[in-house]
């Protein structure tokens, strides 16, 4: 083996590529960790009081909102005052914030039964810095509702995959071998499209493990605990996957078979009619729901850490969702709780839901900001935006908007501040600075 100082470890149907491992720089100064690009997106706005800080500047006591990201406040930029109000054509006002949101299209709609938009900020990304990596960019949701915050071009909308399994395997399994390289720049590899899949049975860990064993004896003290780690938190995901599945199916079977069974839990992945009660008995079960918001987090964290891809969308609520939160004590549904009429009881509820996507968002940032990487960690080399198309689903307003972002940004990010814009300042502006900074020229 022959290895680089970014490569990648195969065996048959795997595909694991490794994190930055300084024992393969070969004496030659060691590239930069490169810049990735992170949005995580919400529906039906916030209750803005509970969620702005009351000063410009030097980040003081968060909001109660905003409270569970204090271990990262530091690198934390909540900004105020941005707004996009493109005009829309058949759309309601919970579509017209998906479509709005990472696009500011001047107009979107349907038109004869076909949507339209415009190409949105991951998507101008993933078209530049999306060819150095393995998959110019991933988009992943709670929900196998339909989707449209991302979009290729203005008639095409990128579809959200709310499998992770199939979000695992896209990362990991039957693709071409290749070796992803910070230094330079190379063609994405596309997909096998025979890959054979005759070792799904397998963990991806497993298939790998004599080429993992013939690379730590390359590699420094520090570097074999690094990959030991990486290897370690690869096998626990994957582990994880298999647990939710099993969750989802028992849940569903409990569902449709109410009392003592003797129903066989199905061994493979279900789809069609069991497939969408897996999907509901996520939704209805708080445990499962918590550790699959979880789960499909940490896959995030994987694919920013082995290079897999520099640019992700990441979905926690459905415009428009509809979706009651147990989870947390919420039994009503978000979207009817979100037309509040200023209803104090109402509001409390809506602002328990945003504390708790941003209680996962907080999972997120501190997951990244644990993971070394160079001389600092991933979250350094990060920038996460999160936030809402709308910033009151009782109003359907698109002005100043609930966004921060998150990270150091390669360098470029001075985060422990609230940042509070002239009112009606273009959301797009903020999407052009992120462009810059991977080096994207609109």
Known sequence: ????????????????ALPFLESLSFGAAPARP???????????GTVLESW???????????????RCLEPVKDELLV?????????????????????????????????????????????AAAEVVGQSSYLPSLEIGMSNQETRYSWRSADQHVPYESNPRLVFDRMFRGRKVAVPDWSRRSDAPAASAGAKRDSDDQSVIDLVLDEAKRLKTQLGSADK???????????????????????QRQAALDAE????????????????????????????????HAEF???MADLMVLAFQADVTRVITFVLANEGSNKAYPTIGVSEGHHDLSHHGNDAKKKAKIAQINTFHVRQLAYLLEKLKATKEGAGNLLDHCMIAYGSGNSDGNAHNHDDLPILVAGGGAGTLRGGRHVRYAKDTPLNNLWLSLLERVGVTV
């Open 1 to 16: 083996m022959n290895p680089t100082r970014r490569d990648v470890l195969r065996g048959t149907g795997a595909l694991l």
């Open 34 to 44: 490169p810049l990735r690009m992170g949005i995580v997106t919400v529906t039906g």
């Open 52 to 66: 702005k800080p009351k000063e410009a500047g030097a980040l003081g006591k968060l909001p109660s909102i905003l």
């Open 79 to 123: 900004v105020s005052g941005l707004s996009h109000n493109g005009k829309t054509d058949g759309l309601n006002g919970h579509e017209s914030a998906g479509y709005l949101h990472l696009t500011g299209a001047p107009v979107a709609g349907k038109v004869q039964g076909k949507s339209h938009a415009g190409k949105s900020v991951d998507q």
């Open 225 to 247: 605990l690094r990959l030991d780690e990486y290897l370690h938190s690869v096998r626990t995901v994957e582990r994880r996957v298999q647990l939710v599945e099993g969750l």
């Open 257 to 288: 078979h109410p009392g003592p069974s003797s129903a066989v839990v199905p061994a493979n992945l279900p789809d069609g009619k069991m497939a969408g009660k897996m999907r509901q008995a996520t939704e209805r079960d708080p445990e499962i």
């Open 293 to 295: 918001t979880r789960l």
